[in-house]
C-alpha cells in the first residue's frame, strides 16, 4: 500500500485517491492545432523509466483536492507531495465534469 501524505489531511492510504495520470506530460496549447500524430503521442506514448516519477492524484475520499505527487515508481515510496495550482486543478475539474457529463 501506497502511503501519501496529504498537505490538507496528513498521511492517507492510496485506496482514498484516484490517480490522474502523468504529471510531466504536458497538453499542448493549441489543441486544434495539433495533428493526429501529435495527439497520439501526447495520449499513448509515454516514457517507461525507473526512478522518481511525477503524478497527478485527486483526494477524493478527503478534501477532494488535486496533488502533484513524486513517487519513486520502482520503490512505491513517495518522496514529495504538493497541492496544484489553481489554474491546473480547475482544468482537472472541468475534465471530470466532462467525463462525468457522458
Known amino acids: 500500500m ?4 496529504c498537505p490538507h489531511c ?3 492510504q492510496e485506496s482514498e485517491f ?3 495520470g502523468d504529471g510531466a506530460n504536458a497538453r499542448p496549447a493549441a489543441p486544434e492545432d495539433v ?3 501529435a495527439w497520439i503521442d ?3 506514448l509515454r516514457d ?3 526512478g522518481p516519477h511525477d503524478e ?3 483526494h477524493v475520499q478527503g478534501c477532494r483536492r488535486w496533488l502533484q505527487v513524486r513517487r519513486d515508481v520502482v520503490t512505491h515510496q513517495v518522496i514529495s507531495c504538493h497541492v496544484l495550482s489553481a489554474d491546473i486543478a480547475d482544468l482537472a475539474d472541468s475534465a471530470d465534469m466532462v467525463e462525468g457529463e457522458r
Do not use: S
Open 2 to 5: 501506497i502511503l501519501i501524505t
Open 10 to 12: 496528513g498521511p492517507r
Open 18 to 20: 484516484t490517480y490522474g
Open 35 to 37: 495533428d493526429d500524430a
Open 42 to 44: 501526447y495520449l499513448h
Open 48 to 50: 517507461n523509466h525507473k
Open 56 to 58: 497527478l492524484w485527486q
